[in-house]
C-alpha cells in the first residue's frame, strides 16, 4: 500500500516575500529527514528551477516539452516530466518562461481550476512521495488556484518588512474562494522570513498576525542570511552550499514544526 502524499503550496501573491527559498529549502531539510519530495516549479521565473540546477540545463527544460507548461496545456499525468535531482530524495518539475500564458490556456478548459489536480493524479496514487511542494508565483488567478485545488495545505511566507503585510487581506479572501471548491484547504500557517533582528519591522509583522485568531505563525523564523543568496548563486538549497550556515540550521527548524503539523504522522 502506498502512502499518503500531502501536498503544501507555498503562495502569497506579494512579490518577493521568500516563497521559492522557502520552498527549496523546506523541501531539501525534508529530504535530509528521508523523506521523499517532489518540487514542482509553478512560476515563469523558473527560479525554483534555478535552485537546483544551472542555468544551461534550466534553459534546456524550458524549452523542451516535458515541463509544466506542457503537462498543464496537455492535461498530461505529469509523472513523465519528473526530473532528477543532485540529491536522491528529491525531484523536480522545471517551469518555464512559456507559464506567462497559462492563464490564458486554462481560461477556456472545462473545469479550469481541477487541471493540476488531475494532473497530479498518478503521482499521488503512486505512493512515491512523502511531500509535493509547490512553488507559486505572485499572482492570484486562475493557475494559483489550480494550484490550491491541488494541495492539501499552504504555507504562506511573508516578509518581514513595511510591505510584507500589503496584500495579504487579498490573499486571505482568495483562500476563501478557493475553498469554494476545495474545501479540504487548510492554511498551515505563515512563515516569516528575511527577518532583520535590529530592525523593529519584524515585531510589527509578528505581532500582526499574532493578534489573529485561528492563525498560525510558525514559531521558528528565517533570518537575513547573504550565504542564501551564494547557494541561489549555485543552484544549491543553503545546506547544501554551507552544512553551518545559520539559515540552513533555521529552515531545518521549520521543516520540522511543518511535518508536526502536516506530516504523515499528524494526530488529526
Ligand atoms: N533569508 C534570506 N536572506 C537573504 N536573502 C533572502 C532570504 N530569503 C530570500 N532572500 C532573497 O530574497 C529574494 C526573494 O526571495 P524569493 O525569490 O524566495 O521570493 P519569492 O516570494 O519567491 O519571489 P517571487 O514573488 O518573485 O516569486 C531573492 O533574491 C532571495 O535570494
Ligand atoms: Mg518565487
Redo the contacts with the bound molecule.
Keep these: 500500500m502506498g502512502k499518503k502524499v500531502i501536498t503544501i503550496a507555498f503562495a ?1 501573491n506579494k ?8 520552498c527549496a529549502n523546506i523541501g531539501y531539510s525534508l529530504a535530509l529527514m528521508g523523506r521523499k519530495v517532489l518540487l514542482i516549479d509553478g ?1 515563469m ?1 523558473m ?1 525554483l528551477t534555478l535552485s537546483f540546477f544551472e542555468e544551461e540545463k534550466v534553459l534546456e527544460f524550458a524549452s523542451g516539452e516535458r515541463n509544466i507548461y506542457y503537462g498543464v496545456k496537455k492535461q498530461d499525468d505529469l509523472t513523465g516530466y519528473i526530473k532528477k535531482t543532485f540529491c536522491e530524495e528529491l525531484d523536480l518539475i522545471p517551469s518555464t518562461i512559456l507559464m506567462s500564458g497559462i492563464e490564458y490556456e486554462l481560461f477556456t478548459r472545462w473545469q479550469r481550476e481541477l487541471i493540476l489536480r488531475k494532473c497530479l493524479q498518478e503521482i499521488k496514487s503512486s505512493g512515491e512521495y512523502d511531500y509535493i511542494l509547490i512553488d507559486a ?2 499572482t492570484l488567478g486562475s493557475w494559483v488556484m489550480n494550484i490550491l485545488c491541488a494541495s492539501d495545505y499552504v504555507v504562506m ?1 511573508v516578509e518581514a518588512s513595511p510591505w510584507g503585510l500589503f496584500g495579504v487581506a487579498n490573499m486571505f479572501e482568495f483562500l476563501e474562494d478557493v475553498r469554494q471548491i476545495n474545501g479540504e484547504l487548510a492554511l498551515l500557517g505563515i512563515a516569516i ?2 527577518v532583520d533582528a535590529r530592525k523593529n519591522y519584524y515585531k510589527q509583522t509578528l505581532e500582526a498576525f499574532r493578534k489573529e485568531e485561528n492563525l498560525r505563525v510558525f514559531e521558528q523564523v ?5 550565504e ?2 551564494w547557494s ?1 548563486d549555485r543552484s544549491r538549497p543553503v545546506a547544501a552550499h554551507k552544512k553551518s550556515a545559520r ?1 540552513a540550521a533555521e529552515y531545518m527548524e521549520l521543516a520540522k514544526e511543518i511535518e508536526a503539523y502536516a506530516g504523515r504522522n499528524r494526530k488529526h
Design positions: 502569497n512579490g518577493g516575500s521568500g516563497k521559492t527559498t522557502t512560476d521565473q527560479n508565483p505572485p511566507p522570513t528575511k528565517i533570518r537575513v542570511d547573504s542564501i543568496e541561489q539559515s
